[in-house]
Structures are given as C-alpha cells and as structure tokens.
C-alpha cells in the first residue's frame, strides 16, 4: 500500500515570513517560481522566462507542482496541479516554497545570489 502525504504548507497572516513570501510572489512570482524550478534541478532563467508568458506557464507551473508532488508522495493529480495554476498561480508557488523549505531545502539560495 503506498501512502501519501498531504501539502504541509498552508499560507498564515501569523507569519511575516509568510507575508514576506507572499508579497514578493504577488508582485514577481517569476523570482519565487525560478527558485523552485532550479531546486528540482531545473534552469532557474528558464522557469523565470516561463513564468512571465501566461501559456507556457499553464504548462510548466503544474509539470513543477506535479514534480513536488511526486518527490514528496504528496497526494493529488495532474488535474488538481493544473486547476492549481489557473485559479491561484501564486498561493499555488508559495505552497511550493513552504513545502520544499519544510523538506529542509533552501528556496532562492543560488537563484538569489546572483551577481
């Protein structure tokens, strides 16, 4: 039997880290999603570029989710990552974020030392 896990990320108005994150989602979601992409192993400027072309996003924003979803067993489908993008794109990359920052991962480190 495989067990899956559910998101462990939930946005809170508690947290200034997560207002913080969710500000700077809001404004340039390309920075925040890039960063996500490039820890999966996946060009940062590429994802960046994708993330300010609306269809390339619906593409590419589920294929990352689904990505996460998969490496952290978290239950959901195709539909559901795709539903995500279309309704919500920037809770969808800060629940992202929080979930790989939980699994100890460090969202932004090369892709915000650049320079």
Not at 15 to 40: H, Q, R, V, W, Y
Not at 50 to 71: A, D, E, N, Q, V
Not at 96 to 102: G, I, N, V, W
Request: some cysteine.
């Amino acid at each position: 039997i495989i067990s899956f896990h559910k998101w462990k990320a939930v946005v809170s108005t508690q947290s200034t880290g997560d207002m913080k994150l969710l500000g700077l989602t809001m404004c340039c979601p390309c920075i925040t999603f890039g960063a996500n992409a490039e820890l999966l192993g996946e060009d940062w400027m590429l994802y960046c570029l994708f993330c300010i072309l609306p269809g390339p996003m619906c593409y590419f924003g589920p294929f990352i989710r689904s990505k996460i979803r998969k490496t952290f067993e978290i239950e959901g489908t195709d539909n559901e990552d795709v539903l995500s993008y279309l309704l919500c794109p920037c809770l969808a990359i800060v629940q992202e974020t929080q979930q790989l920052k939980s699994a100890g991962m460090k969202p932004g480190g090369e892709a915000m030392n650049r320079g």
